[in-house]
């Protein structure tokens, strides 16, 4: 087995403190544990690296827009795009976050398959008010879309603070703890607002009654440009992952959707709808 370790000291700015202070240097540390050569795929990245910021729709968690990073640590610049919150479209689209503003990454590392974040106090603030589940799905769920992240602990202000809400962070947490907090089918890639272009590939996660599910991508004036009917590797009361290619004609740059769906067993009705905004490009 070879290990590899990289440090990354980052220069972040003190959001929300006052005029007169200092930018704080974070150490963030990520070390992975591969046998023979390099990494397949690690959350340390080249230059121009695109990562994806959870963050909530309803109750729920949603994929938000894809943010380019010039770091190597992903993993990181992930979580702080997930502090920095939704930008404008998404907050128009309705895309909401549970963290509260001005929380701070001050740690991460990602060791054998575990991440360990340690989070400024802020990440309490509001825990009666605002479900401190959702927050925290939101984390995990941003650290584990790297192969690399499995599980995810949290610390808050370098100690471990047990329970945060109902959740205890004395143990590893997994998506599967958030799974109330989860879409029925959830979409992962393309992000929202993404530019595609025919074809693309759709993923995600689904735990849907016999694993079953429909599509419809449509164009801004609600044109459906293509439709099926998928499978996922698993559902009813477990979840699976499906995969599948969408093709699909325009002849300029549009905007469009992805809508995924159940139908419902007691009388054929669409529940379970979640609307991924796109950019189609000819």
């Known amino acids: 087995m070879r290990r590899l370790g990289i440090v990354l000291l980052v220069a972040a700015a003190c959001a929300g403190c006052g005029s007169g202070s200092e930018p704080r240097t974070v150490t963030v540390t990520t070390t992975e544990t591969v046998a023979g050569g390099p990494p397949a795929s690690t959350t340390q990245a080249a230059t121009g690296s695109t990562v994806v910021p959870y963050f909530i729709e309803g109750d729920q968690v949603a994929a938000g827009e894809p943010v380019e990073?010039?770091?190597?640590?992903?993993?990181?610049?992930?979580?702080?795009?997930?502090?920095?919150?939704?930008?404008?479209?998404?907050?128009a689209a309705g895309l909401t976050t549970a963290v509260p503003p001005d929380t701070r990454l001050l740690e991460?590392?990602?060791?054998?398959?575990?991440?360990?974040?340690?989070?400024s106090g802020l990440f309490r603030e509001g825990e009666g008010v605002i479900p401190a589940r959702e927050r925290l799905?939101?984390?995990?769920?941003?650290?584990t879309q790297f192969p690399?992240?499995?599980?995810?602990?949290?610390?808050?202000?370098?100690?471990?603070?047990?329970?945060?809400?109902?959740?205890?962070?004395?143990?590893?947490?997994?998506?599967?703890?958030?799974?109330?907090?989860?879409?029925?089918?959830?979409?992962?890639?393309?992000?929202?607002?993404?530019?595609v272009s025919s074809p693309f590939t759709a993923?995600?996660?689904?735990?849907?009654?016999?694993?079953?599910?429909?599509?419809?991508?449509?164009?801004?004036?609600?044109?459906?440009?293509?439709?099926?009917?998928?499978t996922a590797t698993s559902g009813t009361g477990t979840r699976g992952t499906f995969s599948f290619p969408v093709s699909f004609t325009v002849t300029q740059p549009t905007a469009g959707?992805?809508?995924?769906?159940?139908?419902?067993?007691?009388?054929?009705?669409?529940?379970?709808?979640?609307?991924i905004p796109l950019r189609l490009q000819p």
């Not at 991460?108 to 989070?119: E, Q």
């Not at 694993?211 to 439709?227: N, S």
């Not at 769906?261 to 379970?272: L, P």
């Open 69 to 91: 990073t010039p770091e190597r640590g992903v993993a990181a610049a992930a979580l702080r795009a997930l502090l920095d919150g939704p930008n404008g479209r998404e907050l």
């Open 108 to 119: 991460l590392t990602v060791v054998d398959g575990l991440a360990r974040v340690d989070l």
């Open 137 to 143: 799905a939101q984390v995990v769920y941003t650290l």
């Open 148 to 195: 690399t992240v499995k599980r995810v602990r949290v610390r808050i202000d370098g100690h471990t603070v047990t329970p945060l809400g109902d959740v205890k962070l004395d143990r590893a947490l997994t998506r599967a703890d958030f799974e109330d907090q989860t879409p029925t089918i959830l979409v992962e890639s393309p992000g929202f607002a993404t530019a």
């Open 203 to 230: 993923r995600g996660t689904a735990n849907t009654f016999e694993a079953t599910f429909e599509y419809e991508l449509r164009d801004a004036a609600g044109k459906i440009l293509a439709q099926h009917f998928e």
């Open 257 to 275: 959707s992805l809508v995924v769906f159940e139908r419902s067993a007691a009388d054929g009705s669409r529940i379970h709808v979640r609307s």
